[in-house]
C-alpha cells in the first residue's frame, strides 16, 4: 500500500489542529453528542513564538482572549486579532472572561505552564498546554487530579516525536529495509 507524503509544515498544522479542537470539548460526555458546526470559545495564553503557531492551529474556533505579558512579542496575534480582549495576566483574564472561555490553549515559557493549567483547569476549561508538561513529578501529579475532579480534557504538545524524519525512519524500520531491528536508541 502506498502511503501520501505529507509535508512537515501540513502535518504539524493538521495535528495542532486535532490537538486542540478536536480533543477539547465542553465536558467528556460531549464527545458523543458534540454538534460538529459548533465552535469552542478559546482563550490562548503565550501568543508569541510558537504561540503564533498554536494560535493559528486553533484559528478555524472563537478566539475570545489572548494573553502575552510582552505586547511586542505577541504584536502578530494582537494585529490579526484586533478586538479580542488583550491581557498581560491570565489571571486577570479568567477572572473576567472564564464564562465566555471553554477552553485554553498554553503556550508560555516552561516553568509557567502548571500554574496557568491549573487555574484554568479549576474553572472547568480544557487545556492544551505544550511541552514539557510541568516541571516536577508534584506538578503533573497535581495536575492529573484537577483534571479529573473537574472532568476537563487535557492535552501535551509533543511534536518532537511526530517530525516528518522520525516518521519516515519509523516507516522504514516497520518495511524491513534496515533488516531485523534488535534494538533502537532514539
Excluded at 510582552?70 to 491570565?90: I, N
Excluded at 503556550?107 to 492544551?128: C, E, Q, R, Y
Aim: proline residues 2%; aromatic residues 6%.
Amino acid at each position: 500500500m502506498k502511503m501520501k507524503r505529507t509535508s512537515r509544515r501540513e502535518f504539524f498544522k493538521k495535528a495542532a489542529l486535532g490537538a486542540t479542537s478536536l480533543i477539547i470539548l465542553r465536558n467528556s460526555q460531549s464527545v458523543w453528542s458534540y454538534q460538529a458546526n459548533e465552535k469552542l470559545n478559546i482563550a490562548c495564553v503565550g501568543t508569541g513564538g510558537h504561540g503564533w503557531a498554536n494560535l493559528m492551529a486553533v484559528s478555524s474556533e472563537n478566539i475570545v482572549a489572548l494573553c502575552d505579558v510582552d505586547e511586542k512579542y505577541a504584536a502578530q496575534s494582537y494585529q490579526r486579532y484586533p478586538d479580542v480582549p488583550k491581557f498581560a495576566d491570565f489571571r486577570q483574564m479568567l477572572d473576567k472572561m472564564h464564562n465566555q472561555i471553554d477552553a485554553i490553549v498554553v503556550t508560555t515559557p516552561d516553568h509557567t505552564h502548571a500554574v496557568i493549567s491549573v487555574a484554568a483547569m479549576k474553572l472547568g476549561k480544557h487545556v492544551f498546554c505544550e511541552k514539557p508538561l510541568t516541571r516536577t513529578v508534584y506538578e503533573a501529579r497535581v495536575m492529573r487530579e484537577t483534571a479529573v475532579k473537574r472532568k476537563v480534557i487535557t492535552q501535551m504538545g509533543n511534536q518532537g516525536s511526530a517530525t516528518e524524519s522520525l516518521r519516515r525512519a519509523v516507516e522504514l524500520a516497520w518495511a524491513g529495509v534496515i533488516g531485523e531491528i534488535r534494538e533502537a536508541h532514539v
